[in-house]
């Protein structure tokens, strides 16, 4: 393999984005199948947004592997390229919101990773130890400034949905998962995905750790469109599906019809989706792809 460098390392983000919309059947969500809750997005709308982060997880990169300050100042770095990014996702969208937290993941993890490498040049694949060095790099990148960013919210008169949930129920979304570090990355997919991946084909296998995924984090898009007993709801319903040990068959028939419920229900879990292209990039670094 391929030395890890920008010109190795910038493709496999853009292929944690491609792969993960490509992932099928995902319930509710977009995928070769079908368009899952979404009535404003296609699986073609996803590749021209994934396309137009492209030269952004480059800039991504390139900021962390040529940063001599503090971590805090290369999160102001990344989120200034991490603007202009955004705005280049939404002209290609023509204003659909289809990568934002994907973007803001990528931009810290992509300039923390460039940082990791500046210290640890010539590796050829990341252990899971490095793995985790980088994405518990990423909190202390961003939480002097995300919480800064909760602490103004106490001063504004028009909040944000995920503004509001801050507010009244303390759910942080993907800037929680930030300031965590990655947590759930870390200890439940990628976790998941080296084993599974040895079990099952390596869709199967994502397929698997996205309910994991599902039954576990806090997913904003599913409380934005359902509420929070919802998300609970659709917790309860993912745990219950990992107790019973489904053979292959029985498991995909599982998903198919979860889709079909999902959509009916107006439901995306578009957080764990954002996730899931992480775990596909991590799991490109680390040698299993």
């Not at 040529?66 to 939404?90: N, Q, V, W, Y």
């Not at 509420?227 to 599982?254: A, H, K, M, P």
Request: charged share 20%; proline share 3%; glycine share 8%.
């Amino acid at each position: 393999m391929a030395k890890l460098t920008l010109e190795t390392i910038v493709p496999m983000a853009a292929k944690g984005l491609l792969y993960e919309v490509s992932l099928s059947p995902k319930p509710g969500l977009v995928d070769r199948y079908n368009n899952g809750s979404h009535h404003d997005m296609d699986f073609n709308l996803f590749l021209d947004s994934s396309m137009s982060l492209l030269p952004f997880f480059k800039a991504y990169f390139e900021a962390g592997l040529k940063h001599d300050g503090s971590l805090p100042l290369l999160f102001d770095k990344a989120r200034t390229i991490g603007i202009e990014a955004e705005k280049a996702m939404f002209t290609a969208t023509k204003g659909t919101n289809t990568h934002k937290g994907a973007n803001f993941s990528f931009a810290l993890i992509l300039a923390a990773l460039g940082y990791f490498l500046k210290h640890h040049p010539q590796l050829d694949v990341l252990t899971a130890e490095n793995s985790e060095a980088v994405l518990t790099s990423t909190a202390d990148m961003c939480y002097v400034s995300v919480m800064a960013d909760f602490d103004a919210i106490a001063g504004k008169r028009q909040l944000s949905y995920g503004e509001k949930l801050y507010v009244d129920h303390g759910l942080m979304g993907i800037r929680g998962e930030a300031v965590s570090g990655y947590k759930s990355v870390r200890k439940l997919l990628l976790p998941a995905l080296r084993k599974n991946l040895k079990l099952y084909s390596t869709e199967e296998a994502f397929l698997r750790a996205m309910i994991l995924l599902m039954s576990q984090i806090e997913d904003g898009n599913l409380i934005h469109r359902g509420g929070i007993e919802v998300w609970q709801q659709i917790q309860t319903e993912c745990q219950i599906v990992l107790t019973r040990n489904l053979s292959s068959q029985d498991f995909y028939q599982w998903l198919r019809d979860y889709d079909q419920l999902l959509i009916e229900r107006h439901l995306s879990p578009g957080g764990t989706a954002d996730l899931l292209a992480l775990g596909y990039f991590f799991m490109q670094l680390e040698g299993f792809l």
